[in-house]
């Protein structure tokens, strides 16, 4: 039975710290990857109170919705489109400490002030996906998000 994610901590990384055990609690013994990004968004969205948490993933030419929690968004991203295609097309991460900065940003909500997009990969290092984290405040994302994110991706099999 799913438990709610409870959040110890004053700093972001003693919050993710105490996230991460329950994410990897969350979906150990759970093979379908969509319920484990489901639940991954969640926990996300409110462990850590961010505003928009998805997975965007590959489909032929074109990044389309996954698993997200948040406001309704767009469903599909073409290869170097916005930070989630321009992601994806320079196999990198990104982080956007002001959305209105990055050309070609792609607003699904004009709330969204700052962003991290990370790339999704399979067991053969292949990208299938972005992880895509906006908040509602500028210049959220660090270093920080970006190491426990990635540990948070590498605990889905896919
Ligand atoms: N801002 C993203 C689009 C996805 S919505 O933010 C959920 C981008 O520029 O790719």
Known sequence: MAEDILIHGVTKEEKYQ?????????????????????????????????????FY????????????????????????KGVCGTSWKNNQIIIVDDVDQFPGHIA??????????????????????????DSEKYATFDTVDEKYLMQILQLLKL
């Open 18 to 54: 105490s996230l991460i055990p329950q994410i990897t609690a969350l979906i150990e013994g759970e093979a379908d990857n969509i319920a484990n990004m489901a639940n991954i968004c969640a926990a996300l969205k409110f462990g850590l109170d961010f505003f928009w948490v998805g």
């Open 108 to 133: 699904c909500s004009s709330l969204s002030k700052s962003e991290i997009v990370l790339p999704l990969y399979n067991i053969k290092k292949e990208i299938i996906g972005v992880l895509d984290v």
């Open 57 to 80: 993933l590959v489909k032929g030419e074109q990044l389309v919705l996954g698993p997200f929690q948040g406001p309704v968004a767009c469903t599909r991203i073409n290869l170097g």
